[in-house]
């Protein structure tokens, strides 16, 4: 649902706007309405026009009308509805001041919109008239100007310009510059409009064309008319136009092919209107079927959690990075089992800060060289996408548009298909448009405009630079990466094609040479693409025939991926796999192939999508993409998930492709047991000084709360060193529980580790990461998660709110290059989810620690800390809630330095009964990263000391920077949640 406010001011009080309304709507009733085809007939049918009381804003007006908008929709829009849908009801209530519209569609079920509307004399200066809370207090606020806001085309009437009108009556006008603030009277109209259109693939794109379209613009015309047809209604009363509103009434059913509306036949109306289903057509596909387009989508729509509120379907868009909500009560036992060769595990989130992703989104046309509206929205649709999973300063889009090059072949196409132009043969006029000068044009444009945009980032360090492209714009980059990479000015790292038929271009530039296609200029393709798609084409066949037999990847859902990942899968573990079927050895493909991944991947879509008319789908498709969030989560893993620097190794950290033994259990009971389980694995994450000596454990339970443990099966453990996954050993689980001293531990350098447990039986896995504390120690802050992080908890599964300020003081120490401790007193079978729900919220990483059921929560995490002091790491500050104080106490944090979320204060520590707020202007301004910290015990300065003798965690004054602070958020899926 998109939501914006509107304010319209006009200089007119709000007596006399009561009256220009209503003439308004009246007028453009009876002048817009028109008869005929049910495609081609334009205007509003009133059905009921009646006094209420006891509704909406108390008593007043009601109304009920029907528009035919056939002739206002776009053509391809129409080609997916059948004529009797092209109808859209209206019912309001006015009680003015207050008014309040909704539109609803009978074959659109998920579609609507709602007005509501506030009347003041001022000039839109009132904050929040509607008093709206929570999300919806942060809409967009959008000022309608009838004398700025320009017209164009026909839209725009000289008579009904505000710059040139002047009342023959009152003497007012023409209305100059600054007459919001100088016009007397003057009054407002505050519009609050909610608009939504929950079908997979059309979300975003429609929803903004009907604000831009539908409401905006319409609501400008509609206020210019209202002021420059002054002299029609003043002088008017409420009695003269609700009279003229009854006749326009009866002269609409004829005109609209109805007769005038007695009692009974506009009862009659309402019940239609009501039940529309009883009066119209079936809708029916291109074979002759009846379809309904709600069951089109069903299968996508169904798959919205019963608590995503207000959500869209999962790849229409909306907020949050790769993770899934908190779940804080038994969320292993509804959790998806996590397969070794598809969940990614990364380096640790503290580098990305050095490394800048900038993706040239190379967009515009489709197929038919036709866009909805603005080409602007695919982009600005697709941003939003992106930075649902990733910040800005990790991930930056840059617009390269092009000019359609293939509207020429389509036209000269045009009714050539044996069933009409539903059927036009598409792929016929992509091939004859590469031998246009409007697709070298296309090319040429596309090289400048990227070398431009290189041009303005050349002055930064360690940038990556990809491109993502839509069906036609792939092939522009094609044609760019395979011919022309020379005229670029910048290396292209990775490229992402949505719905597009490269092989198209592949065979024609290699025709009739029976030549291999020629290599691409960029270190891996990836192909994306909805099954339904009539225009995409699969590319890794073309390469090895044997590939025909082999699926492509299929991408999860993005709310999966934060559970079993969203990476590529290894070219080279699909070929062993299907090693019988492949025509050529690995090491030839491998030449040819183009980068080290499989290619093809295939997005989630409808089932019933096949049913929509060919014209529809095309446009629908290459709409689908830019909202996509799946293929956003996609693009994100692929290029911030497996590009992170480990600490101490300088290698690149690659995704899990390793080849794994047969996915078989070696006892047979075990396969029996867990078959119906949800694995329940976890490993604690551990911090260790360099060259100590280090043990790993982790427990492999399936069930809620880890019920049932393996026992004598095989799990293989994995770390990452020197930018490759290793093999660490091979261990037994002994009733659920496993134990492993690395060996070669000593000559780990400093830094973070990502550490893998993979049970052989079903792949399944376990994460945790080690961190290599230096030899010269770190200093750390710690933060208790429970309490102090989250406004509310929640049982249900429910995403409790971050603190105000919460993720700015940690990021602020993170920044500072603190190590940050996370501790919480829940179960480690909750590590995954509280983990998700830090990177969900963008808090910087560091370490955990849960509790693993030994002890009470309180002496496990005493102990922790004191081994992280041993470890070498000190303390020099720690937060949490009131029962944290004498904990922290305990173990030798300095009592000025502990700071508990309370509202009274507590003894022992500073109580912060504000919260995080006014915390964050402290530190900010008694802390700095050149190592003279200051610190906070309201506005003075004390030396830190140790409270607890005798305590093996100690606090100091100085600082070690440990490196940049980094968005757990913008690893995708951590090495350790």
Known sequence: MLIKEYRIPLPLSVEEYRIAQVYMIDKKSRTESTGGDEEERSGVEILVNEPYTDGPGGSGQFTRKVFHVGRHLPSWFRAILPKTALLVYEEAWNAYPYTRTRYTCPFVEKFSIDVTTMYFDDNGCQENVFQLKGADANREIDYIDILSDQLEGKDYVASEDPALYKSAKSGRGPIADGWRDSSKPIMCAYKICKAEFKYWGLQSKIEKFIHHTALRKTMLVAHRQAWCWQDEWLG?????????????????????GGTPASADTAAAAAIAAANPSDTAGPLVDRRGSTLDLNLVFEDAMDEIPANAEG???FDAAETLSISSPLELAQQTSSSTTASASDTPVTASPGHFATTQHVVFVVHGFSVLGQTLDDDQDDFSTFKSCISAFATADSVELRSIKYAPFTLAAMNALANTGIKGDAAIPTSAGVLMSFRTAEFKGAVDAAIKAMNDEAARIAHRESTHIHIVSDSMGALVVLDILTARAADLTFAVDKFFAFGAPLTLRMIDSRFPKAEAPPKIACSQLFNLFHTNDPQAMRVEPLLEA???????????????????????????????????????PMEQLQATWFGHDRIDYELHGPRGLDSLPSIGLLHLMHASYWENKDAAAFVVQQLTGVSAQLGGDDARVPAFTLALPPAEFLSRRSAVKVRKLAPCHRAADVLIKQGARLTLSARVEYGPLGILGLNQEDVIVYVVRHGEWTELARVQAIKGRITLDVPDAATWQPGWYPVRFVVVGDRSVADCTVYVVSASSEQAVVFGIDGSFADSLSLSGADPKVRAGAVDVVRHWSNQGFLIIYTSRRPDVQKKAVVNWLARHNFPQGITWFWDANGTPEAGKARFLRAAGESGVSVRAAYGAGRDVTLYQDVGVDEQHIFAFAKKKIAGATTLTNGFDGHIQFLRTNTSSSGSHQHHQQHQHHHSSASSTGSSVTTSSGISPAGPAQSMSKLGRSAFD
Request: proline fraction near 2%; hydrophobic fraction near 45%; glycine fraction near 4%.
């Open 546 to 584: 044997g590939f025909a037999g082999v699926p492509a990847v299929k991408v999860h859902n993005y709310r999966q991926a934060a559970e079993i990942g969203n990476l590529s899968q290894s070219m080279i573990a699909s070929y062993r796999l299907h090693s019988k079927a492949m025509s050529q």
């Open 236 to 256: 008017l009363t409420m009695a003269d136009v609700r009279r003229m509103e009854a006749e326009t009434m009866a002269r609409l059913m004829k005109v609209m």
């Open 311 to 313: 959500d869209e379907f």
